[in-house]
């Protein structure tokens, strides 16, 4: 468990989202009962002593992933996919082009298909474009080498889980606002202008917390590293490092996470 919170995929990725969902909550309460603040310190003791930190690193990636299908689905495609695609790609054609001769020479059997035979069989070339991003991840697992493809896939991770913690989150902050509204209520007798001022600035914690998690965490919020994730990736094709690299097995020190 502690490896897994000193890695620096897992601690962005995957805890950071997770802990996020319960920021709003956590604040609230502190700032409404500040007596509370030294009991949940203990229970955060607690809950780290218990596992509690891992389940929510769980959680964060696997409502993450169960959410990145269907962004693929709305996309068209895994973004490294559709940009090794003729019709779809960000690149221009020098640098499609390319990408594409490099990889088919690195990788035994493959061959993209010539512009007709893609738009004819676009299933098939999304196939063959897969084939080749999966050589490409695990030749560039290495995380000095290719920093910046790590980088762009921690950032990715920690954004599509984002988005998959984004229902509890919004249900968090709903029912802290209301808590809220309902304690300073029930203290104050329904006078409003006896509430307190930590009463107001708890209910604008959870306003915040509802519009940041409500405008800003979107698929838009995903899209944009995704595609900085695959720019990345496929960028690799020119470095130096991977001229000699041998794709790693899976277990290795030097693996990175990949969000696809």
């Given at each position: ?210 519009v940041i998690w409500g405008a800003i ?44």
């Open positions: 468990m502690i490896e897994s919170f000193l890695d620096p995929y897992d601690r962005k990725a995957r805890l950071y989202p997770a802990l996020l969902v319960m920021l709003v909550p956590a604040v609230a309460t502190t700032l409404v009962a500040p007596v509370f603040s030294s009991q949940l310190t203990g229970l955060a003791s607690l809950a780290i002593a218990f596992g509690g930190l891992m389940l929510l690193s769980s959680l964060g990636r696997e409502w993450g992933k169960r959410k990145e299908p269907q962004l693929f689905e709305s996309w068209g495609g895994t973004p490294t996919t559709l940009m090794l695609s003729r019709a779809k790609s960000q690149l221009d054609q020098l640098t499609l082009d390319r990408y594409r001769k490099f990889l088919e020479g690195k990788v035994q059997g493959l061959q993209f298909p010539d512009a007709a035979s893609e738009a004819s069989d676009p299933t098939n070339t999304a196939v063959i474009c897969a084939s080749a991003v999966k050589w490409l991840r695990e030749a560039t697992r290495d995380t000095k080498k290719f920093g910046l493809v790590f980088a762009e896939n921690t950032n990715y991770g920690f954004r599509r889980n984002l988005l998959g913690v984004k229902p509890l989150a919004v249900a968090l902050c709903v029912l802290t606002l209301s808590a809220t509204a309902l304690h300073a209520w029930l203290s104050n007798a329904g006078n409003l202008t006896a509430v307190t001022l930590q009463s107001w600035s708890s209910a604008m914690v959870a306003c915040i917390g509802l965490v979107n698929e838009e919020f995903v899209k944009t590293t995704a595609y900085a994730y695959a720019t990345a990736l496929l960028g690799s094709c020119d470095s130096p490092h991977i001229a000699t690299e041998k794709p790693k097995a899976r277990n290795s020190v030097t693996n990175t996470k990949s969000p696809e």
